[in-house]
């Protein structure tokens, strides 16, 4: 038994000993282990340095594509500005009043635009077209608003059912397509940003729709357009990083904000018919908007 133990300590101590130098596989074993770790932990580094630096050159990138196109949009603003016939081309529009504090200033500024209008009806359409638009894509506080209201009040006279027929399509595409901009703005430049300033938002918008699929979206993403509690600018910001495809989301906003353009338009069209009185337009209107307002 002695022997037997001894001839395996023999073979195993001969197994482990190098043939060529001599030394023992448990001598040199640590040392290639510790330069096998040492290569590891080489790799690892250069990967965490990659992946680190990665980030950083899609940010600065991003920024870079935020600030031209922004700057290209402040250039096309400008020159549409500009491009706009003066107001002192039509008869008394040196009178305008820019501040209006009065009614009587009201009905003057109105009646000035409308030979504004009437004088340079495309130019003006498409001029407020493209601001209404760039304005949008950067959600601009109150622009779309705004614009509603003046378009009802230019258009109301116009033709017959002006309000209906040119302010209110007006409003609903140029509202869509700034949208749809601010959309591609978003998945261009500044999808991570919008993701690290409202994480627990986004999160949500993408786990709702994400469990939905087909028309559910659409008609999901139509009754988030018409809550007021959830502001438009943010879905048009976090929809790039949801399920919803570019087709559903313009579905989506296409439908939902045609009720709020038609209050707002209408409060233009009311406004067009204020008198030195301000009696308005009379009973038929006093009925009419608050049940816009309602359905809104």
Known sequence: THSHDHTIFIDVETHDRDPESGATDVQSRPRALRKHQGNEKTQDNHDTARHSTTPVQSSEFSTVQAFLIFTVTIGLISFTLYSLPSLATIEGGRNFVWRPSKVEHFRQD?????????????????????????????????????????????????TAFGEYFIAWPFSVLCATAGAVMCYLF??????????????????????????????????????????????????????????LTLGQFVTGTLIGCMPSSLLTVQVGAALSALGPSADGDGGDGALRRPGLGSLA
């Open 186 to 243: 978003s998945y261009l430049t500044c999808r991570e940003l919008v993701a690290r300033r409202w994480p627990t938002k986004v999160a949500w918008l993408r786990s709702r729709i994400g469990e939905m699929d087909g028309w559910s979206r659409v008609l999901y993403f139509i009754s988030l357009r018409l809550s007021p509690l959830c502001p438009a600018w943010f879905l048009n910001l976090a929809a790039p990083m949801t399920p």
């Open 110 to 158: 109105t009646i000035l635009m409308a030979k504004y209008r009437d004088a340079h009806a495309w130019r003006l359409l498409l001029g407020m077209s493209m601001i209404y638009i760039l304005l949008q894509t950067f959600c601009v506080p109150g622009s779309g608003t705004t614009l509603n209201v003046l378009a009802g009040c230019l258009y109301k006279e116009y």
